[in-house]
């Protein structure tokens, strides 16, 4: 299966998200994991749509429903709540982690 050059952008885009992220979660223990859940459920509402990673490489998140209009802050939410989920499976040790690592990338994969 091969990538379209769309697809990509998003993965990488994705991928940079995650390492602010990870940033926010190592630098700032034991807050930095809640900024990591806060900033990808609302990273789409920021820059007219546009997270920091979507920034960088020039993608930009519409709602279709309402006309061609920028993602709003409960738009964002919804599209990322499973990454949030995600995120929050990491804050409970053992058990957490293994849900992260089974169930987890398949919703990174799947979503992505």
Do not use: H
Not at 7 to 21: H, L, P, Y
Not at 84 to 104: A, R
């Amino acid at each position: 299966m091969k990538l379209t050059r769309f697809q990509t952008k998003r993965i990488a885009s994705k991928f940079v998200d995650g390492i602010i992220i990870t940033i926010c979660t190592s630098l700032m223990y034991p807050v930095g994991g809640f900024l990591g859940i806060f900033y990808i459920l609302f990273a789409d509402g920021f820059m007219a749509g546009q997270s920091m990673g979507k920034k960088l490489f020039n993608i930009k998140v519409i709602n279709i429903k309402r006309e061609p209009k920028k993602c709003s802050w409960i738009d964002s939410i919804l599209r990322n709540s499973l990454f949030g989920f995600v995120l929050l499976l990491l804050s409970f040790p053992v058990l957490g982690w293994f849900l992260f690592f089974t169930l987890g990338i398949f919703i990174i994969i799947f979503e992505t």
